[in-house]
């Protein structure tokens, strides 16, 4: 095993050690040697794992190719947390990485995690050790039920899984996963449930057909069908056209800017899209949905014509169905084909966004629509000064905290600036902060931000941050966490200083789930079970991390901003405690100007559902 290792790091990898006669075509190993150069041929170098009983073998495979500089392993101490860390190695750094740990608590844990990739469309793989195959009687952490395969048939709800076995089955194992992890329009994980008893064993796998790291051209769809001409006819009719951009778009930012100047059509953002216009474009109408912003969620309510591209229609993004109560027909941008169908009264151009945008250009006439876009410009006016009225509002007098207090977009807004000035990246934790996050930040580009909004999990941005372990030209990056977000993953704080991540962690505490409160407010006029009576020392606490460096915050923006520049200074993690206001105060936050098909307001959202053309 060892020899095999050595000669992929002396060729430079297994199709070099192949090429050059140091690597048989067909081997026998051992299935868990076989999995691990399988994922090398694929790029796969990185591995977060809490090894258990389920996978003592493959740990020893990983020990000696990490020996001889092969893979790295990244021991993390919460399944929830690697499996964050390995969604952000690949969608910041992007490279597909591998999770492993056993079934049992660990893998509902990873699983669970996992939800994070698969909801913002990022390929990873999960690997856990499963029950063995002879059926000698139960095995510790399966699932206590005299049924086969029992983790396999969960982990296939959750995307794509294989169980392995067969180790002869490896290379179609690796096919399949090849076909969801680096998938151009919707990749996602993929989970390989492997026995405890088939990893050791031996089997001949043909190395030379182990699967390369797929690569797929782009596609559009052809020039004479027929579809660009419908397209082309519903914007010549429309007087109000806009862009809706959806995560797709973000690698297609330059084309689907011609294509908003090409068309007069404003672009709505997503919350996970800020960036694809530069913040002050004109054509720029910030985020819009639930959440939203005055002039996003203006266009989307004028709107006659919506051209989708990389969208998925999350519920709060599109206000449940009804945030285009005016719109009378789509066209939409989509690799996917559930995506791209998704809306009545469609003209579907599946395919790569950039291409088809670049297609549709050129099957259009330049647009002139001056009244529409004067009328959005108002809205956008309207939102800026708005913006900035709510990130210049003076501290306030907390109750919880008894002294005057920063408001939590007023603090927000002096971090992202802070972020913007050192080319940080943002990360963004569910909740009160992740909504105002995305209202607040200024970006320029795509991927200055990262929000987990489509699992919006709890946690995801500090347990982020380990997605840089062991590179050692990451840029320095920013998580936006509440204090409740926070201590869903606070082992970051000793993972973080045993693999040299160097980064920070704002944490926004306001003693409360301050996103349920203000939705408990808006619909029923009170709170309940959203806060607590605990007050917690942030700074001890992160500070008893050797390696950590902890600080106040302060109350004010000028001690914001120095404890700012002290945290960033450090060589390592460091971690700034902002306590910030909580009531009623209108000023306090950005507000809601959308719809959503939850509690009280369900009645009103089905009955405009029905009233939708789209």
């Known amino acids: ?123 990873v793989y999960h690997i856990y050790g499963d029950e063995t195959t002879w059926g000698e009687g139960y095995n510790m952490q399966q699932v206590p039920k005299p049924e086969q395969e029992l983790y396999g048939r969960i982990t296939a709800l959750m995307g794509q899984s294989y169980t392995l076995h067969t180790p002869e089955a490896l ?41 390369d790291r797929l690569e797929l051209p782009p596609m559009e769809p052809a020039a004479g ?67 939203g ?16 591209a990389g969208s998925r229609g999350v519920c709060q993004a599109d ?5 285009y109560p005016n719109a009378r027909a789509v066209i939409n941008i989509n690799g996917d084909l559930d995506d791209v169908s998704h809306y009545a009264n469609t003209v579907c151009l599946p395919g790569d966004v950039g291409l088809v945008a670049e297609r549709l250009i050129a099957a259009t006439p330049k647009a002139a629509r001056p009244d529409w876009l004067a009328a959005c410009a108002a809205r956008k006016a309207e939102w800026q000064a708005f913006r900035r009225e709510r990130l210049a509002v003076p501290p306030m007098h907390d109750a919880a905290f008894g002294r005057p207090c920063l408001t939590q977009p007023a603090a927000i807004g002096v971090v ?46 500090v347990s982020a941050l380990m997605g840089a372990a062991g590179l050692a030209d990451a840029p320095y990056a920013i998580a936006f966490t509440g204090d409740g977000s926070f201590m869903m993953n606070p082992q970051v704080l000793i993972d973080a200083v045993e693999h040299r991540v160097r980064g920070m962690i704002a944490l926004f505490d306001n003693r409360r789930m301050a996103a349920i409160t203000g939705l408990q407010y808006a619909q029923y006029g009170v709170e309940f079970a959203t806060s607590d009576r605990v007050a917690v020392d942030y700074v001890a606490m992160a500070s008893a ?28 993690l460091s971690v700034v405690h902002i306590p910030v206001y909580h009531g009623r105060d209108p000023l306090s936050e950005m507000g809601a100007y959308g719809s959503w098909n939850v509690g009280n307001w369900v009645d009103d959202v089905q009955s405009r559902y029905l009233q939708q053309n789209i």
């Open 171 to 211: 290379r179609e194992c690796l096919r399949r996963g090849n076909l969801r992890t680096p998938y151009p329009y919707k990749a996602g994980p993929f989970y390989i449930l492997l026995p405890i008893n088939t990893q050791p064993k031996l089997a001949r796998i043909s190395l030379a057909t182990l699967p």
């Open 545 to 572: 991390v050797e390696g950590v460096l902890a600080v106040h915050g302060g109350h004010s923006v000028a001690e914001l901003e120095r404890a700012l520049a002290r945290a960033h200074a450090h060589d390592g």
């Open 1 to 123: 095993m060892r020899a095999r290792a050595r000669a992929l790091a002396e060729t430079g990898g297994l199709a070099e050690a192949l090429a050059a006669g140091r690597l048989p075509a067909i081997a026998e190993v051992t299935l868990s040697e076989g999995l691990v150069l399988g994922l090398l041929r694929q790029g796969v170098r990185t591995y977060f794992a809490i090894f258990g009983h389920g996978s003592t073998d493959l740990a020893n495979v990983l020990r000696i190719y990490a020996e001889e500089g092969q893979v790295s392993v990244i021991n993390c101490r919460n399944e929830v947390e690697m499996a964050h860390a390995a969604t952000a190695r690949s969608w910041v750094h992007g490279e597909v990485p591998a999770v492993v740990t056993s079934i049992g608590p660990g893998a509902l844990q990873a699983m669970a995690g996992s939800l994070a990739a698969a909801s913002n469309g990022v390929g």
């Open 225 to 291: 069908s027929g579809v660009y001409a419908r397209a082309a006819a519903l914007l010549q009719a429309a007087r109000r056209p806009v862009i809706k951009a959806g995560g797709g778009t973000r690698r297609a930012a330059d084309a689907i800017r011609r294509l908003a100047e090409h068309l007069d059509a404003p672009v709505i953002l997503s919350p996970g899209t800020t960036g694809v216009l530069p913040d002050a474009h004109p054509l720029n109408m910030h985020v819009g949905g639930s959440k």
């Open 319 to 323: 206000c449940s169905g009804i945030g």
């Open 293 to 308: 912003s005055i002039s996003g969620n203006f266009a989307m309510e004028q709107a006659d014509l919506v051209i989708f």
């Open 416 to 461: 992202a600036r802070f972020a913007k000035a050192h080319g940080a990246v943002k990360f963004f934790d569910a909740g009160d902060v992740q909504a105002n996050g995305f209202q607040i930040v200024e970006d320029d580009a795509p991927f200055q931000t990262f929000t987990e909004s489509g699992a919006s999990y709890m946690g995801f941005a």
